[in-house]
């Protein structure tokens, strides 16, 4: 079949792998003129690690993650009041488990496709009329073109969603926190392989060492409303507003924003929809079901979500309606449950009171530390398994 997925980053590049595998026609669409950078750091574990050792990804997530010693949670004066081991997470996971920048994440998915994939970068679609065999698909450059499907693999704030499904704003819930992340270099003090957070009421930092002198920042805080996605300047003032009485390194730390090779900003957002599918379209990752930062594991679920969907139109061959019911059964108990728990971990981000801030920056990064108490807590997360299929013909 002739395949058009829209958004060549984890979801996208995941399922063109898979597609490609099974012999499909790909195109791979990206509305960047390139792929994205930065972003934030990532905890990679569960279902979506098996997917990628079944890409045989692993030995270069290993290379390129950071094996984190400690998280440390620090008072304003910069004395640590807690400190958390990661290595019991990676312990729970049975050493299945990496820390790693998204975006170099989403590079070594794309990389995987070996220049196999016919893919356009600096272009969207704008219209899509589906007809009984086929989908007609403008764009915004290049000229109009008949695909047997199209998924949209383009993030929270989908384009393909939006002209096949409707409005965002039918399936958005805004969960009341905004996320930000950029990097600078030379940046001190500098802690390596240390994860160093602040927190006060309203909001939470937490800055990490990468390599060659760079220094990531990622700020989570209490915000309702639109925030600037494309304006970086406005985002930048934003940050300052927001952030404006923050103690600690904050005031340094936002000076640092005209020097920022990348920057991310963004609501902390789910989208519930009853159907990701409609016709011969389909969405997958943070376009069909983004369960929020807060959630966790949204990379790791993109890459599931992807391998179900080629998994199941592999098993089925002509017959993508059935393909699509069966993708969507298996995954969305699983995806419905991520979702709900998200909803209370916002004060983890940005604690809402004195008492939030005492009891999950203090005592419950303490009882991390103990090792039964943390395999209880962790449990639930690092055993969630989605049930991958068997890739046909293995």
Do not use: C
């Amino acid at each position: 079949m002739r395949v058009l997925i829209v958004g060549a980053g984890i979801a996208g590049s995941t399922l063109a792998y898979w597609l490609q595998r099974a012999g499909h026609e790909l195109t791979l669409l990206e509305r960047s003129h390139d792929l994205r950078r930065g972003g934030y750091l990532i905890d990679f574990w569960g279902t979506g690690f098996d997917v990628a050792e079944r890409m045989g990804l692993v030995p270069r997530l290993r290379r390129e993650g950071y094996d984190l010693t400690e998280v440390r949670d620090v008072a304003s004066d910069g004395h640590s009041v807690a400190s958390l081991d990661p290595q019991r997470i990676a312990a729970g996971a049975s050493g299945r488990y990496v820390s790693i920048l998204r975006s170099d994440l989403a590079a070594a998915i794309y990389d995987s496709l070996d220049g196999g994939v016919e893919t356009i970068f600096g272009d969207t679609v704008t219209r899509l009329m589906e007809g009984e065999r086929s989908v007609s698909v403008e764009f915004d450059h290049a000229a109009p073109r008949e695909f047997d499907l199209v998924v949209g693999a383009d993030g929270l704030h989908s384009q393909v969603r939006k002209l096949a499904f409707g409005a965002e704003s039918n399936f958005e819930r805004d969960l009341g926190i905004a996320v930000a992340a950029f990097d600078v270099t030379g940046y001190r003090p500098r802690d390596e392989l240390v994860a160093v957070m602040h927190a006060e009421v309203g909001f939470q930092a937490i800055r990490v060492a990468l390599r060659d002198d760079i220094t990531m920042f990622m700020l989570t805080f209490r915000h309702h409303g639109p925030v600037p996605v494309d304006d970086v300047s406005a985002q930048q003032e934003l940050l300052r507003t927001s952030l404006a009485d923050a103690g600690w390194e904050i005031p340094e730390i936002l000076r640092q924003l005209p020097r920022a090779r990348t920057l991310y900003l963004d609501r902390a957002s789910q989208i519930r929809m009853p159907t990701w599918t409609s016709g011969r379209v389909a969405l997958i990752g943070d376009a069909a079901a983004s369960p929020s930062l807060l959630a966790g594991q949204g990379s790791a679920l993109a890459m599931v979500e992807a391998y179900v969907l080629a998994a199941e139109l592999a098993a089925t061959p002509g017959d993508h309606r059935r393909a699509f019911d069966a993708y969507e059964r298996r995954l969305t108990p699983m995806i419905a449950s991520k979702q709900d728990a998200a909803h209370g971990l916002g004060i983890v981000f940005a604690p809402a009171n004195r008492r939030d801030l005492l009891l999950l920056r203090s005592v419950g990064m303490k009882l991390m530390n103990i090792r039964p108490l943390a395999g209880l807590m962790l449990g639930r997360s690092l055993r969630d398994q989605a049930g991958l299929p068997t890739w046909p013909g293995r």
